[in-house]
């Protein structure tokens, strides 16, 4: 009895990210309760309501304990997925190591040795990609929900995403699970090689500040888990407490049968939204006050292994 | 280099919680530079702008890697803060387990058997403590950011907490590290005797839905690397999965040497204004774009060991 307490939640354990609803709440299918769950609604989905990743976008981290699989957003980075490409093809990341977790924000990878770094072929410095112009960034799918951090806040093509119409800018914004490119103070200095992955409250101020470039649509609790590293920032201080990453491969390079096949709920689709508003005003005998407002970073995506 | 990117937020190393600000941006001390950080203000921060835990509301939770410090908050849930008491002198936790963790969502804690439940002597029921009168719920701080699950948000005596001045109600929120109780669907069949504490992106729908009871002050990190569990909501599916509570005790029963020394900044001070306010608007060499805004759950409560 003492497990139904979170029970609403539930359905979340199929949606591994955070997301965006459109400005009206959907109206759910026919075969759907008044208040459907997030359960309810994905079951309920249309095949065509969900897209497969793009093997040329995905990328495998293989752990010990499993694989990660990120997927990159190169209408929103298009240089960094690149060099990140470029790295991984080179096999860049092979043998490197998990050398940050620092608990409540993020959980980081790459060379550890800064002293005598590995070298790489691909570029070493990529140009700054805060922001891209809203013109080119393709389809935006509104949230009504108000954000304190920027003017618009939705949804581009299954990642959250901010937008500033003033400034005709948008932007990936920083949610659980979304991945970003580590860099120096000058803002062009980031390159692909150093990644982190957020694992805590969204560090939102980050937005903006530094280039977003994917997000984990898999094998978040293999990364979440690291143990906090003791060092300045949570970075490990002994070469013990590293965990080794095995290898990273682009999906498209992989035999059909060593890939993984995920696809994401299209979030402009009208089960995208009946999913953001189960989330916004919950139904269900637990639920005795409905929010009625959903967090860009706390509305789910839902990704499920395709049949 | 590739360690400077998230620097900033290396403050938030000492901060275990999020929190809120005074509505105007506080003036920070003379020694201060212009856009200190949070390591600054903590640095120049008086001593009579921290107040220590007090032993009757503190709660030591010993796992086997170590001590975890829950902070009750008897202003917001007096019935289940004193039954809370009365199972820890019972001792009813010892033995017991982590029974649950959800991945961004939840760690949970109590007895793994629905069957034959241990008994206890503390009450079975306490009706529910989703929000209390403002009136009588002591000082309160209000963040000027906006937020969008409640019409105001700020800081109650170093707690996370929001208000509906329409309603006369205040509740504590769901931001990372806040302990709730779990109930059944009936809302005051909670007791205490399971709680769970948020480990996730702030699942602030929860809000007025669970009596939130306090906060962990230490220990985060042993509770948020917990190994996600497999089973329906993160709960573990083996029992050996599952990590032992080796004891549970109120620091007022402890004597003095085996007591923890900790103090939490005054959430009424000018330093905790002037804390939230570089996480807000940023300063320093990596910073290019201000965020203007901290979320209720983004703000850190600084929490240090006493000298």
Redesign the interface.
Known sequence: ???????L??A??LALL?GVAHAAPAKPPKELPPKPSVADVIKASKADEWRPLDPENTVYMELPAGRVIIELAPAFAPNTAANIRALVRERYFDGLFIIRS?????V?W??PD?ENPRPFKAKKTVKAE?TVPIKGAGAFTRLP?????APQVGHANGFPAARDPAKGETWLTH???MVGV????D?D??NG??L?VVT???????????TVVGRVVSG??LL?????GTG????YEKAEERTPITSVRMAADLPEAQRSRFEVMRTDSASFQAVVEA??N?GG?????A?G???L??APIPVREQK
Chains 1, 2 share one sequence.
């Open positions: 009895m003492r497990h139904t307490p979170l029970f939640r539930s979340l354990g955070a620092q608990d409540g924000f993020v980081q790459g060379d800064e805060f929900d108000r954000d304190g951090y949610c659980y699970g580590a860099r120096d103070n803002a200095t980031g090689s150093q982190y805590g409250q969204a560090p939102r101020q980050l937005d903006r500040n530094i978040m609790p979440s888990v690291m143990p906090r300045a920032l949570g970075f989330q916004r919950r005998p637990w639920t005795k006050v929010a407002h959903v967090d970073c706390n």
